[in-house]
């Protein structure tokens, strides 16, 4: 039976569409059509390599006959078991036979996808088959004959400096992680002690294991520092089938991170998989007994359920079985996910593999039916200058106005407001003066038009009308803060209004009267700020809750009547934003440095003296500081999977104010 499925592929912004047709024998015709456009991420097939290995015992070759037999440099054919007239033929992408070498291998097949990652794509290399096939010395090689990963990373490093040299667009570094599935544990080989990690997923679907070790690599002397340390790490035991056979799934994962040098700042990661699988394994042969037949049934368990995750994406199932073992929940970016993949099929010519070989052949032609969407992972460059200004704006808009201009003239980025009539030209440029949730907001929105097939188109491109919907939201919250201003004054006039005499006598005087809580301050509005009034607010707050509750009491005695017309008491919320209005913008720039300082270096015990941090979040946030690095700025705490925006926005109303109050309680005393 003929199984269709069109893929539709824009090739480099020619409209030229191809459309595959497989039949079940892996047979491919390509068509040209003029089919519509798709709007989801352009289709990326995993493409299928198979390599046959040489006869490598003394003397096999004379004794023994290849059961496998090349055809051409895509397809072969091997005898069919059930009836020795007949042969069985398999088509792939490529194949490659005994003679084939390293750098054949690495050129035709492997080199090709790793300009992907130049361009903030995620790309997978997968070597797979029977034990003793030939997987590790694929991947790895010997220091003769190296193999993909070494070949890979050099090349990788150098694409990095041409593409990152001083005076191109991007600044790009790379850096490294090293992993094992040892009998469903994922270790770490860069750090062995940290036991079995966790393997998380991301709200955009991509795979992240926090707390693994990321090692930063500026060169492939770098690399082998870190790498073949580790490699020595990776469980491997013999078996009768394989002196040095891996007993884990080894798993290299290089990023390429990438941050523009000008505006608009974007930022862009590319991860790349280099994946060495356990062989599947015939117990009946390999002669396994013990801790070998146990290693042995996670290897098979596993990839069992590696190929009934290829079945269900090439059956388009709505369940894709991934979170059935740990290798096909980390293979997720890789099989019917966002990478550009490809699979190394290995096989051996030896008879005694025969039955190995077919179900790997079959395997292999199965995976070349599943169908990637890579798309550009990308975000703009966090700036606490940007932090800064959106600060300003909410203490004095016209002044972040002023001061906005000032620093776009200073960048060069200036660009004169469009008058009224004219159509906004780059929605970008605004982008790049937005405050950091809002211009998270439009991310979001920008990754879900790519996911739906934008083809990575940039916001540039994001429909007028969602566009207009996200500039109304944020005039909304624009005229939200001044509202709250608006009422604060109101409030505050008011109860300047209403207060009994002795009691504004009592206030007047700071020595006799104790701090007054957040509702019944009094603050002269018409006047430039009292420093002090706020302070002593914040300390309030952040020193003595007992005190807040007992002055929260006391305070229920004075409330005055609300006049006619009046709201009822600002809310707790309320009260946070207006006492944060009130913070000097130094203070408050100080108390987040304080945080991010915090948050980059305090350990899991020590973040969790941060208001709003439990156990769980402290180790989420450790887990992504090991992957990512350093925040740059506090918003970034919204990047950790499992912290919501809103729990960062309650995160930094609870902890700005606290450490505000610590910052000023360390300034000299005036009266001191
Ligand atoms: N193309 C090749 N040319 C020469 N020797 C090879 C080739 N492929 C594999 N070998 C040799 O075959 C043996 C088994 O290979 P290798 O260890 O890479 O198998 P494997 O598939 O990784 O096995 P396992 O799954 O048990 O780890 C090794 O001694 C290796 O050097």
């Known amino acids: 039976m003929v199984i269709q499925q069109k893929i539709k592929r824009q090739v480099l912004g020619e409209n030229i569409k ?30 299928v390599a198979v390599r046959l290995r040489p006869f490598v015992e003394e003397d096999s070759s004379t004794s023994e006959s290849s059961c496998v037999r090349g055809l051409d440099s895509c397809s072969l054919e091997i005898a069919n078991g059930r009836n020795s007239q007949e042969t069985l033929k398999y088509q792939f992408d490529a194949f490659y036979g005994e003679t084939s070498t390293q750098q054949d291998i690495y050129v035709g097949f492997v080199q090709p996808i790793l300009r992907h990652l130049m361009n903030g794509q995620n790309a997978s290399v997968l070597a797979y088959g029977p034990t003793g096939a030939g997987k590790t010395y694929t991947m790895l090689g010997s220091p003769e004959q190296p193999g993909v990963i070494p070949r890979a990373l050099k090349d990788l490093l150098q694409l990095t400096w041409e593409e990152g040299a001083e005076g191109r667009p991007w600044a790009l570094a790379v850096s490294m992680s090293y992993l094992e599935i040892y009998q469903e544990k994922v270790l770490d080989l860069l750090a062995p002690a940290s036991g079995d990690l966790v393997i998380r997923e991301d709200r955009w679907g991509n795979i992240l294991i926090p707390g693994l070790t990321q090692k930063p690599i500026a060169s492939f002397t770098d690399f082998e520092q870190h790498f073949l340390p580790a490699s020595r790490n990776r469980t491997v035991g013999a078996t009768r089938l394989n002196q040095r056979s891996s007993r884990s799934h080894a798993v290299l994962l290089v990023k390429v991170e990438q941050r523009e040098r000008m505006a608009p700042f974007r930022q862009r990661e590319g991860k790349l998989y280099l994946i060495d699988l356990a062989g599947s394994e015939d117990n009946r042969r390999t002669g396994n007994q013990g801790l070998r037949l146990k290693e042995s049934g996670a290897i098979n368990a596993s990839l069992f359920v590696l190929g009934k995750v290829v079945d269900a994406l090439n059956q388009g199932l709505p369940r894709v079985p991934y979170r059935d073992s740990k290798l096909t929940r980390l293979l997720q970016d890789s099989l019917g996910g966002s990478a550009h993949s490809v699979l190394i099929a290995n096989i051996a010519p030896e008879r005694r593999f025969y039955l190995d070989t077919v179900t790997s052949l079959n395997f292999a032609s199965r995976s070349k039916e599943v169908i990637n969407r890579p798309f550009t992972h990308k975000s703009f460059q966090p700036s606490s200058e940007r932090v800064k200004l959106a600060q300003k704006e909410l203490m004095d808009p016209p002044e972040a106005k002023r001061a906005r201009s000032q620093e776009e003239l200073e960048d060069g980025t200036s660009s004169p407001e469009p008058p009224p009539s004219c159509p906004k030209l780059s929605p970008l440029k605004q982008l790049n003066t937005l405050e950091p949730a809002v211009q998270e907001r439009l991310l979001n929105l920008d990754r879900i038009l790519d996911s739906r097939g934008s083809q990575g188109a940039s916001i540039l491109s994001t429909p007028r009308r969602e566009r207009t919907a996200l500039e109304k939201a944020l005039k909304e919250k624009d005229s939200e803060i001044q509202r709250l201003k608006e009422k604060y004054k109101e409030l505050e006039a008011n109860r300047l209004n209403q207060r009994p005499k002795e009691l504004e006598e009592e206030n007047d005087s700071p020595a006799s009267s104790g701090p007054l809580p957040m509702g019944t301050q009094t603050v002269p ?9 706020p302070f002593r607010l914040i300390q309030e707050q952040a020193t003595s809750q007992s005190k807040t509750n007992v002055l929260q009491k006391d305070s229920r005695k004075r409330k005055p009547e609300p006049l006619c017309g009046q709201q009822e008491e600002p809310t707790e919320g309320l009260r946070t934003t207006l006492a944060l209005l009130q913070v000097p913008p130094d203070l408050l720039a100080e108390s987040r440095k304080k945080i991010l300082g915090l948050l980059n270096t305090g350990s899991a015990k020590e973040l969790r003296r941060l208001q709003r941090i439990g156990e769980k979040k402290a180790q989420l946030i450790v887990g992504w500081r090991e992957l990512h690095g350093p925040f740059a700025e506090v918003e970034d705490l919204g990047r950790v999977e499992g912290i919501s925006e809103k729990q960062v926005a309650t995160f930094l109303k609870a902890n700005i104010l606290s450490f505000a109050a610590e910052c000023f309680s360390a300034l000299p005393r005036r009266d001191a």
Do not use: D, H, M
């Open 18 to 47: 191809f459309q595959y047709i497989f039949s079940s024998s892996g047979a491919t015709r390509n068509q040209l059509s003029k089919g519509r456009t798709s709007r989801r991420p352009a289709a990326a097939r995993v493409r």
């Open 525 to 533: 509005v018409t006047k430039p700020l009292n420093r002090v009034v």
